[in-house]
């Protein structure tokens, strides 16, 4: 007989601190964008990504 595998994924938290830190990085570049459609679409592209240029800038200041 086939046995039940139980899956318990516990990242919930992780995803939900993502999620609020996406929509506060949206808030923040929308909000600073000119207002125009292709402004709040960069606004939101930037607020996906805000985290490369983050890490870009920590291992550049360390020099690595």
Not at 26 to 36: L, N, P, R
Not at 40 to 56: D, K, N
């Amino acid at each position: 007989m086939a046995e039940r595998v139980r899956v318990v994924n516990k990242a919930w938290p992780w995803g939900f601190v993502f999620l609020m830190a996406y929509v506060g990085a949206a808030i923040y570049f929308v909000g600073h964008s000119d207002g125009s459609f292709w402004g709040v679409i960069l606004g939101l592209l930037q607020a996906l990504i805000w985290p490369v240029y983050v890490t870009y800038h920590v291992l550049e200041l360390i020099h690595v």
